[in-house]
T-cell receptor, first 112, second 116 residues
């Protein structure tokens, strides 16, 4: 069963604006990862943040993790039309077996 | 990075037939692989954990007799959808954890199954 909830479910912004997506989860995690999926395609791994980290950057991406609130956020700065995709958070459970549970996802549409 | 492949990428079959989907880790060994199902505009739902050398572990609500999983080697897991029905039409994705320091999973490109 899914354990992550994401909001918003859908987000439409203009090119150049920032996009923020949030994710909440329920149980203890080893790490949290964000993925992108273009329509009907496979997943692209974006960034991984470990449970003992609070913030991580990768290019135009910034991820935060608050384990006390069991939540994470993904910020995409200076968005581009090519960023249009669905974004999923995925939590790797702290069970030692790499079991990964996906959130519901946010569908981002960046208008040129 | 590590690569996971899936075959076929797309399959159309008649209701009642069985379909086999392969998941291969191309440049690393995977004692564990995961199978997900994704319906249109929805998230990935974990179906089962494929374990090399032992039985697969199925998530609650997933019929083990309908979705047969065989982890034949350290680089290959197969998912067979038996007696497929139209409601089994979905996007099936496998993943394999890369047991290095990054704890990262690598996902296959997915298989689009359409059951007529």
């Amino acid at each position: 069963s899914q354990q992550g909830e994401e909001d918003p479910q859908a987000l439409s912004i203009q090119e150049g604006e920032n996009a923020t997506m949030n994710c909440s989860y329920k149980t203890s995690i080893n790490n949290l990862q964000w993925y992108r999926q273009n329509s009907g395609r496979g997943l692209v791994h974006l960034i991984l943040i470990r449970s003992n980290e609070r913030e991580k950057h990768s290019g135009r991406l910034r991820v935060t993790l608050d384990t006390s609130k069991k939540s994470s956020s993904l910020l995409i700065t200076a968005s581009r039309a090519a960023d249009t995709a669905s974004y999923f958070c995925a939590t790797v459970l702290n069970t030692g077996g790499f079991k990964t549970i996906f959130g519901a996802g946010t569908r981002l549409f960046v208008k040129a | 990075g590590a690569v996971v492949s899936q075959h076929p990428s797309r399959v159309i079959c008649k209701s009642g037939t069985s379909v086999k989907i392969e998941c291969r880790s191309l440049d690393f060994q995977a004692t564990t692989m995961f199978w997900y199902r994704q319906f249109p505009k929805q998230s990935l739902m974990l179906m089962a954990t494929s374990n090399e050398g032992s039985k697969a572990t199925y998530e609650q609500g997933v019929e083990k007799d309908k979705f047969l999983i065989n982890h034949a080697s350290l680089t290959l897991s197969t998912l067979t959808v038996t007696s497929a029905h139209p409601e089994d039409s979905s996007f099936y994705i496998c993943s394999a954890p890369y047991q290095g320091s990054r704890n990262e999973q690598f996902f296959g490109p997915g298989t689009r199954l359409t059951v007529l």
